[in-house]
């Protein structure tokens, strides 16, 4: 047998240890060492350069990034190296964005082709779809949180609904037309679930959904808006007003695009559902849950060929959050949330004989500690098929997030797996593999250190906000505490509203919650109850367990509402096909300049001419949506869930965010979004119809 050398003599002579009775041990001198760790990186080095045939550019651009690099970075780089693909060949007349695509980095379909069904679909003018948007804006269909159900409160949701239903009918005669095409069910009083049968039961249905409510308008803001909230204002190709994008707007594209394909005489294959819920701003537990328990009873787990709901937008270059360039980010995953109460209570009194603590005081300085104390969550990038981190990948960024990525892409695609192929160039098989093992930088586990460290190297130079996707946030939203000015309050409270990363769970932020809330009932000798049950109860209070308030005071929290992250849908391989259907619709219906994808690097040279398609992403929907209940653990009614807000792609004349009116003053959207949108769900609807592949 072998013997492991010991370093235990300097001079290289027989040096038994005191303890070992076996053959004398040899050791190596420190020099010895240096010229075999020299050797084997040599080894290394000699064996990726005959492995890879490539070209003299590419060896020279490769030995250019390494130059005067240190060992590790050589390691990290050699491995990078034997792990890239062939040169792809450039496509004549392409950007630096197609090229890439073509790379892998940022994959893109092409464009859908037109449906070969016969049908020659007539749309609205654009005069007519915005009219129609903006009567739907001027019927107020607000919801506030805690809303009492529509069977406790009838009338208030019925003076809000009704009227809204009634436009739609009246709107849309064919869909809505008794002897028509369209079924619509009126679902837990004012959920709408319309259906168009289509004549094949095997194929799964397609769900459009958009939702009919919209968020209050703060009345101190009404004199701040441009146009009045409810006004459905039209000037120079906008529409204004409170749900002219969140998200009626994508309610009327729907029903026009319908409406449009009945007149034209489609009669499809594949039933098509249209969801509208009516308290999607309020958690959806009354509107879409109830819809999705009728669509699971009626059709079953898994029953949906794809869920289409609103979401994630065409982003033109101008916006503040675009990546560069125009693009589509429709969302395949989405965060999951948890929305927390914290309520302190203690002593009144009139405000001339304050305790040394208040309540408002106790509970300002709880919610400073959430806000500049320890993270709630740090970002953690969870898995390298993250869509966001696909987002990433399209767009353009710093050279130094930039070359983050690729270390990270090249980091993931490095194993000792992989470099089996590469022995089988040689006849010496074992002798190649030992080598590249005994290297230290091509093991399995040392690819898993290489994606930690790319991993970390990424989040160092990514900005606060595109790392959020990767971090559960916590905000404080609602805070109340006293009702008069010379009254010290018995009681204060905050609602805190968390959006969970996909990683983590609900259940994970009540333990922060319980473990956080615990040292600060200590520390101000409070008692605690964390969601229903006490867990801190200070020695001082057991002597006077009999007076009915604690003589410093308590804390709650409680959970108000709660939903788990959405998985991702299906972004590659055979199960990945309504993705690339859904994307290649994206792709035919918006096309930008194309001097939008300049090359990478190079602002002078404009590589096409004219338009080329957009550029699509998948992204993460950091919201939550109705989608929620479709994919309830109870009933999954799809894997294959697409939060998409079809929009204008051209930048805002006035160099405003069509989105940042969204849940605040001065919501609008574009007239030419419209007509993008009913073009987008028509042709859809089309597609899925016409495929085969799901």
Not at 104 to 113: A, E, H, L
Not at 288 to 293: E, L, N, R, S, T
Not at 401 to 408: G, I, S
Request: hydrophobic share 35%; with cysteine.
């Amino acid at each position: 047998m072998s013997h492991p050398f010991t370093g235990a003599s300097g001079k290289g002579e027989k040096t038994p240890s005191p303890s070992y009775t076996g053959p004398a041990r040899y050791t190596l001198t420190p020099r010895t060492q240096r010229i075999l760790l020299v050797a084997k990186w040599i080894a290394t080095f000699v064996l990726a350069y005959i492995a890879f045939d490539t070209s003299r550019s590419q060896r020279k651009a490769r030995e250019n990034e390494i130059e005067g690099s240190t060992w590790e970075d050589l390691s990290d780089s050699l491995v990078a190296w034997f792990q890239q693909e062939p040169t792809s060949t450039r496509l004549a007349g392409t950007s630096w964005a197609a090229e890439e695509a073509a790379g892998g980095r940022c994959p893109q379909q092409d464009p859908w082709k037109s449906a070969e069904d016969g049908i020659e679909v007539t749309f609205p003018e654009t005069q007519v779809l915005a009219e129609r948007l903006s009567g739907g804006v001027q019927i107020d269909t607000s919801v506030h949180d805690d809303e009492p159900s529509p069977q406790e409160d009838p009338e208030s949701w019925k003076a809000r609904f009704s009227p809204f239903r009634d436009y739609l009918r009246t709107t849309y005669p064919g869909i809505h037309a008794d002897e028509g095409p369209v079924k619509l069910e009126l679902v837990n009083e004012h959920g709408l679930l319309y259906t168009l049968q289509g004549s094949d039961d095997s194929l799964k249905p397609l769900l459009l959904m958009a939702h009919q409510d919209v968020v209050p308008v703060d009345p101190q803001t009404v004199d701040d808006w441009t146009y009045p909230p409810f006004s459905g204002a039209i000037v120079n190709g906008t529409v204004w007003g409170r749900g002219s994008t969140d998200a009626k707007a994508w309610l009327f594209s729907i029903l026009s695009s319908i409406e449009a394909l009945i007149d034209s005489g489609f009669k499809p294959r594949r039933t098509v559902l249209i969801s509208f819920g009516y308290d999607e701003e309020a958690q959806g537990r009354y509107g879409a849950k109830y819809i999705a328990d009728r669509i699971a009873e009626r059709y079953g787990n898994d029953s949906l060929a794809m869920i289409v709901d609103e979401g994630n937008p065409v982003v033109p270059a101008t916006e503040p959050n675009s990546l560069g360039f125009p693009i589509a980010l429709p969302a395949v995953e989405e965060k999951g949330n948890i929305h927390i109460r914290v309520k302190i209570e203690g002593r009144g009194g009139h405000s001339s004989s304050p305790p040394d603590r208040t309540t408002i005081g106790l509970l300002s300085e709880f919610v400073s500690s959430l806000e500049t104390g320890e993270n709630l969550r740090p970002p953690v990038i969870p898995d390298l098929e993250s869509a966001h981190l696909k987002m990433l990948h399209c767009a353009r960024l710093p050279a130094v997030v930039d070359k983050a990525l690729k270390d990270l892409d090249a980091a993931a695609r490095s194993s000792f797996e992989d470099l089996r192929a590469m022995s089988e160039l040689f006849s010496g098989k074992y002798l190649t593999l030992r080598l590249l093992q005994l290297s230290g930088a091509l093991t399995p586990s040392s690819k898993q250190r290489r994606i930690a460290k790319a991993e970390a190297a990424l989040l160092s130079v990514l900005p606060e906000d595109l790392k959020l996707p990767w971090s559960t946030t916590q905000t404080p939203t609602v805070f109340h505490g006293g009702i008069k000015l010379n009254a010290i309050p018995t009681s204060a409270q905050v609602e805190i509203d968390h959006r969970i990363a996909l990683h983590q769970t609900p259940e994970g932020v009540m333990q922060w919650y319980k473990t956080h809330l615990t040292h600060f009932a200590q520390k101000h000798d409070l008692v605690l109850y964390a969601f229903g049950r006490q867990v801190v109860l200070p020695e001082m209070w057991l002597a006077s367990a009999k007076e009915t308030m604690p003589k410093v005071g308590t804390v709650h929290i409680e959970v108000v509402s709660s939903s788990a992250p959405v998985p991702r849908s299906p972004l590659s391989g055979p199960e990945a096909a309504p993705w690339r259907l859904f994307s290649s619709v994206i792709r035919s219906v918006w096309s930008v300049p194309a001097d939008s994808y300049t090359p990478r690097g190079d602002d002078s040279t404009v590589l096409t001419k004219g338009e080329v398609p957009i550029i699509v992403s998948p992204s993460q929907m950091r919201g939550n949506t109705d989608t929620r209940h479709m994919l309830s653990p109870l009933h999954p009614l799809s894997r294959h869930v697409f939060r998409f807000g079809p929009a204008s792609a051209l930048p805002d004349p006035k160099g405003r965010s069509q989105f940042a009116g969204v849940h605040n003053v001065d919501e609008f959207f574009r007239v030419e979004g419209l007509e993008r949108a009913v073009r987008f769900y028509a042709d859809l609807v089309r597609a899925v119809d016409q495929t085969r592949e799901f």
